[in-house]
């Protein structure tokens, strides 16, 4: 393909090079990536400076005609592109070509594609000064970047055949690319969705989170079965997807006294004197949109030291002295959710959460006065903040700071931009997982906050008071403050107190935030509160995960068009009787199983059939997500099976259970859980007798790379939280989208999916949530009857049949003498029924592939650019901005020739008339 013309404008002076602009918008578009964008007529951008004749202004133009062209997408181009990286970046030659050096020149070879787009997205958006959205997520869980990207750009074959030809395999090259450890679970996963959706829909977003540098944790499982954390060295071979921005760092300040100053005689100032400063140095990671040329990014910040090294103290011999202020400002980003069982962890929590969140308000603000002339009253047309749950909330009296300290705002005017310009989703309906923050804390750390916050829960209390007089108990219950010992300030009321849209991301997880965790500010603030179901997109979770079902849908479909418009799928369904697509699919079913086979005997040494019934639980280990149900069902499943004849042994379902997912370094009960599954395989797995009919897997450190193997390959996929725990669920959607049978819980939005595929199509048992409390009452009163088979797994394990004592009394302690609060025994019988009901339906391939199709069919809603679209429509008013560049000869150098060829003619009348006068 041929090269394409990039524009050239007339020179502009800005003053930030990680967004300044650098061409002009463009007019029309002929794009090389793309099968689909549209040729749209675009207005030519604002110029904000007239051509200069100076040495700067000839030098600038000349830097602008070198960059006028875009990198060409050929396969010759390609390869030249890495060559060179080879060579000129990495320093290596053809000798010491190998897949490592191939995958580190070829992700920096597509990152120049995407620091082109990306640039010239960030330059049209400059000159349109739309809104903007601002996405802040402690976790961005992006995984692998090099397939997302070629995918997104159309580039994927290109790639392919350019590394052929030099000796590689894209797919192998694919393996060498470790997942970004920037999360753990949904959450992050959740924020990297949305920025590929926002990317695709074009909306003007930039993405604020940590770049940590060991992550959460490695997982490993030791020779024990037990959970075993390491450090995630995944920037050991370096990130070639981040763009350091050594030039924007912004101080960081904690800890000191706040003190009142009097300006002119009258206006009062708080001033705060902080005794510590560390310093936040961005990092930018491109995102580029799918079937666009709009590339949006990621900014992650990291610690830096305000002073690197103390010579005094190195010279004096006191050597760790000289170094121990760096020290204690890297930690703050080292590791993603430091175990905060301990005080020392709890305080680099709050440092890590101000750390990011004074680091983003600064860069917003940065980017909001760059233009001329603008009032700070503009704000919440210019900026919607979105707080991915309470982790960011500290943003909130940030800004209120700022506006009043630095900007000199009086209260109620800075209050009011706050209150326009946040939003908060909230992802929890369980009280203690709502964040609360020591007052002696806060204080010692952040003085002037705490001092904001006092302030904001005085004015609240009034509002309180004026709604519901002399009412301590509702006074008590909206309260920032937690009248506890120790005093904890509620963050969740605060996000609540302060934002203009407070959404839940499932339907009946804002049903649960407006009766259960809110009542009273719903009361007070009906209009705030809305519902946004979650979403995932498409483009990784189907196109990049599962190449054997995409070549289906294409053909079925007729187009890939539903990779961006998911409701397509709808066309499935009258197709889901067809024998012909029941081969098919049950073929693309089995690769994906045989894939997942081999990843399974490379983790754990277990040889797995891939024509059994593949049942998978994956996600983060946590009792309210029952991964105990799963287990001690399958200690029953085995003890029934146990109890047959061999004959009768024969006739029951194949079945590979499997299991993945991170316990929290200091989450006791959840390590226990890992220990009990791992106890339950070494029994199961080595019992001759048994053979291939049950297996049990643990895969060790589940992440996004393993998912995309292990989502396409399930047959069932569970579920399974206690009724009204689960906020929405993302992974239940993933499995689905691929064909995947849900085994689940009145939950969450596997209530959405059974409504969207039909009740018919999916597996459910267990409790609904307004009978849960009612339960919870009568489990701590013993009142709840328990099934026989219940007993019978419990007594298995007090005997000791699947473990120590030491290993299985904690876990007995939580399920008996009223502690099961998340209600197994209750749910127990109706689980085993629901196991029984789908060993029934796999035994009819027809029904069973009709019912995966169908389930595929009905995931058009839960993209989650349906979900983005909402947020722009109920919470940002955001408009979208689409970027084209143009093709040919650019279009300033054409308004440039014609104005000299007038110029001439003019000067050649002017003197043909002198002459001639």
Known sequence: MGEHSRIVPLPILVEDTSETPTRSPPTRAEPYRFRRVSHTEFKPGRVHRTKSFSLQGDRTEKLWQLMATYLAGDVQSIQRSIVNHIEYTLARTRYNFDKLGAYQATALSVRDRLIEAWNDTQQYFYNEDPKRVYYLSLEFLVGRTLQNALCNLDLEEGYRKALYELGFSLEELYDEEGDAALGNGGLGRLAACFMDSLATLNYPAWGYGIRYEYGMFEQRIDDQGYQAEQPDYWLNFGNPWEIARLDVL??????????????????????????????????????????????????????????EFDLSKFNKGDYLQAIEARQNAENISRVLYPNDNVSAGKELRLRQQYFFVSATIQDILRRFFKQDRR????????????????????????????????????????WDLVSRTFAYTNHTVLPEAI????????????????????????????????????????????????????????????????????????????????????????????????????????????????????????????????????????????????????????????????????????????VVDPNSLFDIHVKRIHEYKRQLMNILGVIHRYQYMKSLSFSERDMMVPRVVIFGGKAAPGYFIAKKVIK??????????????????????????????????????????????????????????????????????HDGANIEIYEQVGPENMFTFGVTADKVEELRFNERHRRNPKDKRWSEVLDSLRRGDFGSAADVDPILEGL???????????????????????????????????????????????????????????????QTYTFTPTTGTCEVHHHQACLFVCVCLCVCVWVAVFVCG
């Open 250 to 307: 912004f101080p960081v300040r904690f800890g000191g006294a706040v003190t009142r100053t009097s300006f002119y005689g009258k206006k009062t100032r708080c001033v705060w004197e902080c005794d510590e400063t560390v310093r936040a140095m961005a990092h930018d990671v491109p995102i580029p949109g799918y079937d666009t040329y709009n590339t949006i990014n990621i900014r992650l910040w990291s610690a830096k030291p305000a002073k």
């Open 435 to 606: 964040e609360k923050w020591s007052v002696d804390l806060l204080s010692q750390l952040l003085p002037r906050h705490m001092s904001i916050i006092y302030e904001i829960n005085f004015r609240l209390m009034e509002d309180v008071e004026k709604m519901w007089p002399h009412n301590w108990d509702m006074m008590s219950k909206q309260s920032l403050i937690e009248e506890s010992f120790p005093k904890q300030v509620r963050m969740g009321n605060l996000c609540v107190t302060a934002c203009h849209k407070v959404n839940g991301v499932a339907e009946i997880h804002s049903k649960l935030v407006k009766d259960q965790l809110f009542p009273g500010f719903h009361q007070m603030w009906p209009d705030k509160f809305t519902n946004v179901t979650n979403g995932v997109t498409p483009r990784r979770w189907l196109a990049q995960s599962n190449s054997f079902l995409m070549s289906i849908l294409i053909k079925w479909l007729g187009s890939d068009t539903f990779v961006k418009n998911l409701s397509e799928l709808e066309g499935l369904r009258e197709y889901a009787s067809d024998p012909e697509l029941h081969r098919e699919w049950a073929s693309a079913k089995l690769d994906c199983k045989r894939r997942l086979a081999t990843l399974i005997a490379a983790k754990t040494k277990l």
């Open 375 to 414: 009032s700070i009253s503009q704000l919440p047309h210019k900026a919607a903040i979105q707080l991915n749950d309470t982790h960011p909330s500290l943003a909130i009296p940030e800004l209120q700071r700022i506006l009043m300290d630095e900007e000199g705002l009086e209260w109620a005017d800075a």
């Open 816 to 878: 008996e003498n009223g502690h099961d609060n998340y209600l197994l025994g209750v749910d127990f019988a109706s689980y085993i029924e629901a196991q029984t009901k789908i060993d029934k339906v796999w035994r009819n391939k027809s029904k069973w592939l009709r019912m995966s199709i169908l389930n595929t069919a009905g995931m058009g809603k839960f993209s989650s650019d349906r979900s983005i679209t909402e947020y722009a429509k109920k919470v940002w008013e955001a």
């Open 676 to 745: 009990l599954i791992n106890s339950v395989a070494d029994v199961v797995n080595n019992d001759p007798s048994i053979g291939h009919l049950l297996k049990v897997v643990f895969i060790p450190n589940y992440n996004v790379s393993s998912a995309q193997i292990i989502i396409p390959a399930s047959d069932i996929s569970q579920h399974i939280s206690t009724a009204g725990t689960e906020a929405s669920g993302t992974g239940n959607m993933k499995f689905t989208l691929n064909g995947g049978i849900i085994l689940g819980t």
